[in-house]
């Protein structure tokens, strides 16, 4: 039975919490350091400097900086992300609007990446050393080294500009001359979505391929596969049931992490593809020097790929229970 230490369990969360603020302090530091500031654009050339300091202390900029730093680690714990003066709302109000809709683009594309990259790892690894699995294992190094903006541009050329098949950018029809009920919403939707999710899969499940593949090579040696092949078991049934249940393990874990990596991954993409989610308001706040979009942004990201990473290590001890939690400690 899997068995976790409360001990090690608490310092884990403990390291994870330390350095999350170790992330927030080089946030603040390094969007700072950035020359100019959000609140030039506020600013005319008409202002007095009785307007343009009012503006500063609307903003908090009048404070010293410690005192600034202080606000910010104090607030962004407490879920306190400010108001975004570029898009003047609330940065949460923001991030709850954009968010949805880069789950809905990289949240399939995540699922069918880690359907095909496992399947296709499985047989590559099943058939190691033949012909089938050097040529595809070759071609697929080839696809996973071609920039994600390149294929974009070039599935943007071919089936937008040469076929005209599917459009290249936004959610929905612009101008539709359609009317709008839940089931033509959901068509548009699919039909805007279904280019970008093609440029990403096309690469996409090379990455969980490429761990599932040298783990299946390993574990087709084990002695548990032997012997379900001694007792007579179909090559399919050893192959699925016996050895790619035991590969699945490593592919579990780096789907885990891999979530964290959503609002990473759509910056990009999005902005290529027009798409209204969480990569257009990263971009454009860094651009605009929009220091509470940005700062909460990069660190709702640094939220998920710490908590992710906690999630793996427990989650690991389950699929395995070999593997004690802590056991060292």
Known sequence: MTRISG??????????????????????????????SFITSMI???????????????????EPLWRQYLNFMINYQTGNFGRSPT???????????????????????????????PLVGMYLGWWR????????????LLLYSMPSFWISWLFIWVFNYELDLLPSAYMFTQFPEFQWTAFTVMRDVLYHIALPIMSLTFIGWVGSMLIM?????????????????????????????????????????????????????SVIVENVFNWPGMGQIIVSSVLNRDFPVAQATFFMLAVLVVVMRLLTDVIYTYLDPRIKFGEGE
Not at 232 to 255: D, F, Y
Request: proline content about 3%; cysteine-free.
């Open 129 to 140: 050393g033949s012909t089938k699995d050097k040529s595809i294992f070759s071609t697929s």
């Open 44 to 62: 005319s050339s008409g202002m007095t400097a009785e307007q343009i300091q009012r503006i500063r202390e609307t903003w908090g900029l009048n």
């Open 213 to 265: 593949r040298p783990t299946m090579n390993q574990v087709t040696d084990e002695g548990y596969v032997f012997l379900a092949r001694a007792k007579g078991l179909s090559e399919r049934t050893v192959m699925v049931k016996h050895a790619a249940r035991n590969a699945l393990i490593p592919v579990a874990t780096g789907a885990v992490v891999s979530l964290a990596f959503l609002i990473d991954g």
């Open 7 to 36: 001990k090690y369990l608490a310092k884990r969360i403990v390291v994870s919490y330390l350095t999350l603020l170790v992330i927030m302090s080089l946030l603040f530091v390094l969007l700072r350091s950035m020359p100019g």
């Open 87 to 117: 898009y003047n709302t609330q940065v949460w109000d923001l991030m709850i609007r954009r968010m949805p809709r880069t789950l809905v683009l990289f949240g399939s594309t995540f699922i069918i990446g880690f359907i095909v990259g």
